[in-house]
């Protein structure tokens, strides 16, 4: 797989991370409010160390999660692509699209302009038969992006085995499959 994979939106660059990436993905992961339905904030050095998984992911697959660059600033706002699901999670195997952006660039349509441009890699590129999406039950902006992404609650809410926090272990989960993707593109 080409490690240099790049995908363009109107507004945005999904790509393969920078070492510039590491400074603005640290300060986005140690603001309580990007991390409030996560377990906790990472500190720089996790947050960094996440970033070179996250890249060497991507070039031993060719995809992941893309670090996310706004086309007008050239800023690092986040991150938006495909995961394999952890083999802990019951829903798993499993090709997970999820995000995760700066504050500053909340409000903005972002996470699903990305998100739409990932869902048409995954199923005309990868030839992927589904995706799903999930978030703790308490997190309505995400699922707010998932509908948008025209995902379906499969009304299949598990408890993440990963999480201990009590307010975040409900988790709900989202899915679109290839036909559906293709039937709201028409």
Wanted: hydrophobic fraction near 40%.
């Amino acid at each position: 797989m080409n490690s240099n994979k790049i995908l363009t939106t109107e507004r945005l660059i999904l790509r393969q991370w920078k070492s510039e990436d590491h400074a603005p993905f640290a300060e986005l992961n140690s603001c309580k409010e990007v991390m409030e339905y996560f377990p906790n904030t990472l500190n720089e050095v996790e947050s960094t160390n996440l970033a070179l998984k996250l890249a060497q992911l991507i070039s031993e697959r060719g995809w992941g999660l893309w670090a996310v660059e706004e086309k007008k600033t050239s800023k690092f706002i986040g991150f938006v692509g495909l995961h394999n699901s952890s083999a802990e999670l019951e829903v798993s195997p499993a090709t997970e699209i999820g995000w995760r952006l700066s504050k500053q660039f909340w409000g903005k349509g972002y996470a699903t302009e990305a998100a739409e441009k990932v869902l048409e890699f995954a199923f005309n590129d990868l030839n992927i038969e589904s995706v799903i999406s999930f978030t703790a039950v308490v997190n309505k902006p995400s699922q707010k992006v998932m509908c948008r992404l025209k995902m379906t609650n499969t009304e299949q809410n598990f408890k993440h085995p990963l999480v201990s926090n009590t307010q975040l272990k409900e988790h709900v989960l989202y899915k679109i499959t290839k036909d559906e993707w293709v039937a709201t593109t028409l």
